[in-house]
């Protein structure tokens, strides 16, 4: 059972923009950076945002984070069907001394 | 360019134990890191395990810190997951990673391929 609470899915055709919210409380994403991971179908998760904010070198800027109190949220825009993959949020929880993920949201490209 | 594989069986009876490898390359896990294993059972999130240092120093997710036990192997560059008493709650793909920064609760950015366990008999 998840902590970090994320909408099952999202959807819109390509081209538009999504966002998606991970929630949790203020013994993990108020106090600690959030990163974002996507996992495309049949592979391992990637990092695709950590620190909140940050991209790593060859994530394009189309996708961005931000975050406010307990509530974090990733955002795509130009949205193109290779983008179609479960994003997953993630953050140190200082209650369980734990590292700890959302519980997963589906991109569908319409 | 880190990349890490893990390595182990693919199949494992319950109440056995489970036992995977994670061989590391392009760096030298003496020189500084922490690395560590994530979980993800089928159609489900990921769930982190813990994470070693090459000294030795070890962080365990409280809620499987009874039956974990990660050891590093410096010699042959790898470190590996014991996992005992295993249930069929226990099948899933897991990953060795690293967290980034040499700090054991950054972000992981470095992920191996993943191999699937499943426990049954």
């Known amino acids: 059972q998840s902590v970090l609470t994320q909408p099952p899915s999202v959807s819109a055709a390509p081209g538009q923009k999504v966002t998606i919210s991970c929630s949790g409380s203020?013994?993990?994403?108020?106090?600690?950076?959030v990163s974002w991971y996507q996992q495309l179908p049949g592979t391992a998760p990637k990092l695709l945002i950590f620190?909140?904010?940050k991209r790593p070198s060859g994530i394009p800027d189309r996708f961005s984070g931000s975050k406010s109190g307990t509530s974090a949220t990733l955002g795509i825009t130009g949205l193109q069907t290779g983008d179609e993959a479960d994003y997953y949020c993630?953050?140190?929880?200082?209650?369980?001394?734990?590292?700890?993920f959302g519980t997963g949201t589906k991109v569908t490209v319409l | 360019q880190v990349q890490l594989q893990e390595s182990g069986p693919g199949l494992v009876k319950p109440s056995e134990t489970l036992s995977l490898t994670c061989t590391v390359s392009?760096?030298?896990?003496?020189?500084?890191?922490?690395w560590g294993w994530i979980r993800q059972p089928p159609g489900k999130g990921p769930e982190w395990i813990g994470v070693?240092?090459?000294?030795?120093?070890?962080y365990y997710n409280p809620s499987l810190k009874s039956r974990v036990t990660i050891s590093v192997d410096t010699s042959k560059n790898q470190f590996s997951l014991n996992l005992s008493s295993v249930t069929a709650a226990d099948t899933a793909a897991y990953y060795c990673?690293?967290?980034?920064?040499?700090?054991?609760?950054?972000?992981?950015?470095?992920w191996g391929q993943g191999t699937l366990v499943t426990v049954s008999s």
């Open positions: 990673v690293r967290p980034a920064g040499g700090i054991p609760r950054h972000y992981l950015d470095c």
């Open positions: 392009g760096y030298s896990i003496s020189s500084g890191y922490y």
């Open positions: 070693i240092y090459h000294s030795g120093s070890t």
């Open positions: 203020n013994s993990n994403i108020e106090n600690n950076y």
């Open positions: 620190d909140s904010n």
């Open positions: 993630g953050t140190w929880d200082s209650s369980l001394n734990a590292y700890v």
